[in-house]
């Protein structure tokens, strides 16, 4: 079946704009993630969304970062006012029901703000 | 803060040579995940392993979990090139089972 798709695969934007990125998690699966991996580095936790539960936004790293999940599939993630430092890769993950199950991760979108 | 830390940052081997990943972490988990990722792809789930287990393979990847010393190893044996991969541990730390705590990673160069 298919996987996790993220798109775009890449987004090159000015800095100040407003970006959205999409994530559509593996059908069926209860719990989506987004990380951010900057290069060479580990994956930095941002929002996680499980079911109809309230999503644990304690990763995002400022007011200007948003995500949404509609009808508990797709999510759209939003970063506003763009900078620089926010240029990295962004990644989504979905798995059957939380952390206890492994993660099916998309290959990301790579975000560059010049 | 990080709750896994690999070691080595960095390891460079030769086909078919074995290579041992090490994985720390600090409190009680319910299980510890190893994941590789391809340069430019996302991550590709390998083995979890639960608390109360301690050994897992599966094919080449050997994954050990010593609660005692809160550790975990991945070995990888009879390397080959398509193994060049950066690989990370995530653990589910007891008591929060919503998010995993992912390390920073262990970078694999197999050389031909």
């Known amino acids: 079946g298919a996987g996790v798709s993220q798109s775009p695969s890449n987004k090159v934007t000015e800095k100040g704009k407003d970006v959205e990125l999409r994530c559509d998690p593996i059908s069926g699966h209860t719990a989506l993630y987004w990380y951010r991996q900057s290069l060479g580095q580990g994956l930095e936790f941002l929002i996680y969304f499980q079911g109809n539960s309230a999503p644990d936004k304690s990763g995002l790293p400022s007011d200007r970062f948003s995500a949404e999940r509609t009808g508990g599939s797709v999510s759209t993630l939003t970063i506003q006012r763009t900078q620089q430092e926010d240029s990295a890769v962004y990644l989504c993950?979905?798995?059957?029901?939380?952390?206890?199950?492994?993660?099916?991760f998309g290959d990301g979108t790579r975000l560059s703000i010049l | 803060s990080q709750q896994g830390e690999e070691d080595p940052q960095a390891l460079s081997i030769q086909e078919g040579e074995n290579a041992t990943m090490n994985c720390s972490y600090k409190?009680?988990?319910?299980?510890l995940q190893w994941y590789r990722q391809n340069s430019g792809r996302g991550l590709v789930h390998l083995i979890l392993i639960r608390s109360n287990e301690r050994e897992k393979h599966s094919g080449r990847l050997r994954v050990t979990l010593d609660t005692s010393k809160k550790s975990s190893s991945l070995l990888i044996t009879a390397s080959r090139a398509a193994d060049t991969a950066s690989y990370f541990c995530a653990t589910d730390y007891a008591g929060n089972n919503r998010k995993l705590i992912w390390g920073l990673g262990t970078s694999l160069a197999v050389n031909p």
């Open positions: 409190t009680s988990i319910n299980n």
């Open positions: 993950a979905s798995s059957s029901t939380g952390a206890q199950e492994p993660q099916h």
